[in-house]
């Protein structure tokens, strides 16, 4: 699974700093040897790049996650955010997760 410029594989460790705890919480269970299902990552800097370039950012995601996704299979997603969870504040069940999604438009 290769590397785009927003969204990465969970394995991929490039911008961790862009990618928030949750990741970085999986990639320790990896390294326990603990089986994580595959794992896409769309980094905050696409949520940069769409304050700024709106359109062209959303597409660029899109073409990413293209490259990365079997579209027939189902995926879980997660709304989240880089500083979710943290030591000052903890924001568990704030966000939405929405299971068996296919295709892109989902």
């Known amino acids: 699974m290769a590397s785009g410029r927003y969204v990465v594989p969970l394995k991929?460790?490039?911008?961790?700093?862009g990618q928030g705890g949750k990741v970085g919480n999986l990639r320790e269970l990896?390294?326990?040897?603990?089986r994580v299902p595959e794992t896409v990552v769309v980094?905050?800097?696409?949520h940069a790049a769409y304050v700024t370039g709106g359109p062209e950012?959303?597409?660029?995601?899109?073409?990413e996650l293209a490259r990365l996704l079997?579209?027939?299979a189902a995926y879980a997603v997660r709304s989240s955010?880089?500083?979710?969870?943290?030591?000052e504040h903890s924001f568990a069940g704030q966000f939405t997760t929405r299971l068996n999604m296919r295709g892109l438009e989902a």
Request: glycine letters at 6%; charged letters at 20%.
């Open 30 to 34: 990896q390294a326990l040897g603990l």
């Open 12 to 17: 991929h460790r490039s911008n961790a700093k």
């Open 81 to 87: 955010a880089a500083a979710e969870d943290g030591h």
């Open 70 to 72: 079997d579209p027939d």
């Open 43 to 46: 980094q905050a800097a696409a």
């Open 57 to 63: 950012a959303v597409a660029s995601v899109q073409s």
